[in-house]
């Protein structure tokens, strides 16, 4: 398993879903409370309830969606924009989703340009792909039996995103000093 980057002392949520099997789901958290240590935690949120989830914003320093190995989850604009919400600045995701090698409208099942697209309307920087392998016989089971999607042309694509470096939405007081123009008499006033 990759570490993703992950060192102790980082908050670190994973992202899982219905097709996620359950001892894959425990082996990889365990794995990552190995990494993050007594002074990191790791959350584990339900795709179908992050929405409702509790989670600040900015709670986060790393986000692992769809790599419970086994999963086929597909990430919505509402669940790419929670994911981006509840990242710190600077923060990473790591997204693993099954996606159509050729373009079909009707599929509710991405292309991997449009899953990038998304990821960065959803206000994240630096999207890429990192790698794309083909689906198991099983996977593309499980994307059968839990998407109802139905298609000879799967991959499945590991992409990043970071949130940039500042809050969207923040503000800070801006200090100006203007100084009107001399007055005829030789007077100036600052405001």
């Not at 999963?71 to 995701?93: F, M, N, V």
């Not at 790698?131 to 999607?149: A, D, N």
């Amino acid at each position: 398993m990759a570490d993703f980057g992950i060192s102790a002392g980082q908050f670190v949520a994973v992202v899982w879903d219905k097709s996620s099997p359950v001892e894959a789901l425990k082996g990889l958290v365990d794995k990552l409370q190995a990494l993050t240590g007594n002074e990191g935690r790791v959350s584990v949120e339900n795709i179908n309830q992050l929405l409702q989830s509790a989670h600040k914003e900015s709670s986060f320093d790393i986000i692992l969606s769809g790599l419970v190995p086994g999963s086929t989850t597909l990430h919505s604009a509402e669940i790419l924009a929670e994911i981006a919400r509840i990242l710190r600045p600077g923060g990473c995701l790591f997204l693993k989703e099954p996606v159509e090698t050729a373009v079909d409208n009707n599929s509710k099942v991405k292309t991997a340009s449009k899953l990038c697209s998304a990821l960065t309307l959803s206000g994240l920087v630096e999207v890429k792909e990192l790698q794309r392998e083909p689906l198991t016989p099983e996977e593309v089971q499980s994307v059968r039996e839990h998407l109802g999607h139905e298609s000879d042309n799967l991959l499945f694509v590991q992409i990043t995103g970071k949130k940039p470096n500042f809050e969207v939405g923040s503000s800070r007081q801006l200090k100006f000093s203007i100084t009107k123009k001399s007055s005829p008499s030789g007077l100036s006033h600052t405001v």
